[in-house]
């Protein structure tokens, strides 16, 4: 399985978000990162569909949004018309989780669930992991770009791994928050084969994005 790099535009300067979009226009084999939050779920903020809405209209890689809200229902709904194509929602803010992959199966290419870092594989059903596209596990808490990788995540993704390959499941690992090439070797012989690098990326020297993410793979 190819690895993809997911790069976080939480880290990326808003000041200029259309160049630095420009910039990652560059690189191959990327997702964009998109962290939507509510300041419910996570204590933060950062932008909603009407940015999501622009950033579509510079960026030519696929974007993975990230829904660390409360109630991702509701953004389910509006924002199906911004050509996202891949929706994750945390497992812990839904009741109804299999309700939800359905619905989002209606309009979105590919369905991503996220556990925290304290959420255990075993809170998800077997019956669940033939249904998504996507896991993600966070490695940070989540809220804010710039944290310390929690490095029992690596034994998280092993055991997630193995549940992949014993029942031949299709869908991707990703791991989020505090990723960088010193970790990343790590993950992906764990199994991870999507990696998302927020700060990692952005502060690289001149901008030059391409080498950190080439730093990663
Ligand atoms: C954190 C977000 C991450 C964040 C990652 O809650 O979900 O996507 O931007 O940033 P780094 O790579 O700096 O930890
Ligand atoms: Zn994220």
């Known amino acids: 399985m190819s690895v993809i790099i997911s790069p976080s535009l939480l880290s990326s300067d808003f000041l200029e978000l259309g160049a630095e979009i420009e ?13 939507v939050m509510d300041g419910h779920f996570v204590p933060n903020l950062s932008f909603g569909a009407p940015v999501l809405a622009k950033i579509k209209t510079v960026s ?20 199906k018309d911004l050509g996202l194509h891949n929706f994750t929602f945390h497992w812990e803010t839904v009741a109804h989780q299999d309700r939800m992959i359905a619905k989002l199966k209606e309009h979105y290419p590919s369905v991503g669930i996220s556990l925290n870092p304290a959420t255990p594989l075993s809170v998800v059903p077997s019956y669940i992991w033939g249904k998504v596209d996507l896991v993600l596990l966070m490695s940070v808490n989540p809220g804010f770009g710039g944290q310390k990788f929690i490095p029992e995540i690596v034994d998280k993704v092993i055991e997630l791994d ?23 070797g790590y993950l992906i012989q764990a199994g991870a084969n999507n990696l998302v690098a927020g700060s990692y990326v952005f502060s690289a020297p ?10 990663i793979r």
């Open 206 to 215: 001149n901008k030059d994005y391409m080498s950190r993410i080439n730093k």
């Open 60 to 79: 030519k890689h696929k974007l993975d949004a990230h829904f660390m809200v409360t109630n991702p229902d509701a953004y389910a709904d509006s924002f």
């Open 23 to 35: 910039r990652l226009n560059f690189v191959d084999d990327i997702w964009l990162h998109l962290d």
């Open 162 to 184: 193995q549940i992949r390959h014993k029942h031949g499941f299709k869908f991707s690992i990703q791991v989020d928050g505090g990723v960088t090439d010193e970790n990343a």
